[in-house]
């Protein structure tokens, strides 16, 4: 009996031996392991001897980064040398990392690491990644560390690169080396040793640089910083200023406007009307959505009918006529002469709808005309539609000119973020020049008039016109009734049937549904000439 608890005892014993010493343990059949043991010299030098066991028919590679991050933009260099191998494998170094593969069987990697000395307050520190990068899992990684004097502290990390998971075992052994070892360690996953000594036992030779590589190209650096920090305040100065100008508008969009008035008495006791700001139909539209559309031009060709310049007529075959009334005077703007030789070229007196379907209508000059009349009356800084496309070419252009010089910056001085910058205001500007024609002051003010303006064809009714004058103010207000989309209604309060610049006898047609359908197709025929959007009416 006593017999048998002594080979009990003697068991336990073994047991607590193979536990403690567990980093010279056999491996298991058919996995990795490695056993690494190093030496640090009094030159301060670190030889490793690393024995690797790989089952036969199996090939391994492990590859060590020698730039490991110690944080604040900084990185720990070590340099590897006379790195052989005895058994079936390779080693070598190239660039900033060293490479390993092992075949089957067991192999003996010997190398020198330079700079894992480093002081760390009053104390060194011996740090060196013993395992990692590996292609492959490791059954173990057993460890052992000896000095020319005894350690005083060990912190062994095991897992992903990053985590502060400890390793499945360490501590400072007999008092003059360190053990350690890590059971199962995944694919790419590490094991760094850190091993404490008194200060003055080897010199330090620790080389700490600044980050290389994209993660250093990137850092925040004084000189991306001020970058930054000018972008955004320029963006904040541009969102301020569209704020600014784009809160204008909107607070004439969103306030309470009523009708204005827009009937004027002279001495006479006649009544007429008067657009705000002696606004034109055709500009009302640009001002109010900042685009010259076909609906601007198709009111212009209503109003120069009702100031006797044309004449429209219906005719057989649901047909309109256009003639020439009177000849283009000093009186007409520039759009508006564009619009009368657009339909009238000299030589020609009269064309129908279907005429004008038939050929290529031009109004590339009747939008430029346009646009050029809202800056002259001082409605918008500069023509909107250029002012989008400057901003949105400068915008292109900052974008493209910011990636290129964050790739160059981050090939060769770093600062990339400064590129980055550039290129993301760039980007900023070119979506936001959708937003950029901002309208004057006066612009804005006109705006307001507007909405008051559709107030009136809203509110008016034939009992508020003398009848002597009604079919004159009728007349006067239509263009700008089309323009605001507010025809049917203008319509149904006065119901013309006879106008002087406007002729459907011999027709037996109702002008109440034989305009609009004279308007439809005149838009049609201007749409045609695709130098316009083809939008009914604007809605301020």
Request: glycine content about 10%; proline content about 5%; overall charge negative.
């Amino acid at each position: 009996m006593s017999k048998n608890w002594g080979v009990a005892v003697l068991a336990a014993a073994a047991l607590t031996y193979a536990t403690a010493a567990g980093a010279f343990a056999q491996p298991l059949p058919g996995t990795v392991s490695t056993e690494v043991r190093m030496k640090l010299e009094r030159d301060a030098k670190l030889t490793v001897t690393e024995t690797v066991h790989v089952p036969d028919g199996r090939t391994v590679k492990r590859t060590v980064p020698l730039r490991l991050a110690v944080g604040n933009d900084l990185e720990r260099q070590y340099q590897v040398t006379d790195a052989k191998i005895e058994g079936k494998g390779s080693a070598g170094v190239s660039g900033e990392e060293f490479t390993t593969t092992f075949e089957g069987g067991d192999s003996t990697l010997t190398y020198t690491v330079v700079g894992a000395v480093a002081p760390v307050g009053d104390v060194l520190e011996v740090r060196w990644q013993v395992a990692g990068g590996w292609d492959t899992e490791l059954d173990k990684v057993a460890v052992s560390f000896s000095a020319p004097d005894s350690p005083t502290s060990v912190n062994c990390l095991a897992g992903p690169v990053g985590s502060s998971q400890p390793c499945t075992s360490a501590d400072l052994a007999d008092g003059k080396g360190v053990r350690a070892q890590e059971i199962k360690l995944a694919p790419g996953e590490r094991v760094d040793v850190a091993i404490g000594l008194a200060a003055g036992v080897v010199p330090p030779n620790a080389v700490v640089v600044e980050q290389s590589g994209l993660a250093a190209a990137f850092a925040l650096t004084p000189v991306s910083a001020v970058a930054l920090g000018g972008l955004l305040v320029l963006l904040l100065g541009g969102v301020a200023l569209l704020w600014y100008l784009r809160g204008r508008d909107a607070a004439a969009l969103a306030s309470e406007v009523g009708a204005i008035s827009v009937l004027v008495r002279d001495p006479s006791g006649h009544v007429a009307f008067a657009s705000p700001d002696g606004v034109l139909p055709g500009q009302v539209g640009t001002v109010v959505d900042e685009h010259v559309d076909v609906v601007d031009v198709t009111a212009t060709v209503i109003d120069l009918a009702v100031r006797n310049y044309l004449w429209i007529a219906e005719v057989e075959g649901h047909d309109w006529q256009i003639v020439r009334r009177n000849p283009a005077d000093a009186s007409l703007s520039g759009y508006e002469r564009a619009v009368y030789e657009a339909l009238l070229p000299q030589g020609a007196d009269a064309v129908t709808v279907s005429q004008l379907r038939g050929r290529q209508v031009d109004l590339a000059r009747v939008r430029d005309e346009l646009y050029a009349d809202v800056v002259e009356k001082r409605w918008f800084v500069r023509r909107p539609d250029a002012e989008r496309s400057l901003f949105w070419w400068v915008g292109i252009g900052l974008a493209v000119l910011g990636l290129v010089a964050t790739v160059v910056l981050a090939l060769t001085i770093g600062s990339a973020l400064f590129g980055l910058a550039v290129a993301v205001g760039g980007v900023a500007l070119a979506f936001g020049a959708r937003s950029m024609p901002a309208r004057t002051k006066r612009g804005s003010e006109l705006l307001e008039h507007v909405r008051g303006l559709r107030g009136y064809l809203h509110g008016v009714t034939p009992a508020d016109v003398p009848e002597d004058d009604r079919e004159l103010v009728f007349s006067r207000s239509l263009p700008y009734a089309v323009v605001l989309g507010e025809t049917e209604r203008w319509l149904a309060a006065f119901g013309q049937q006879d106008l002087y610049w406007y002729g459907n006898s011999g027709t037996s047609t109702d002008f109440r549904r034989s305009f609009p359908a004279f308007l439809g197709a005149l838009d049609g025929v201007l749409a045609q000439a695709g130098h316009l959007r083809s939008l009914r009416a604007p809605n301020p």
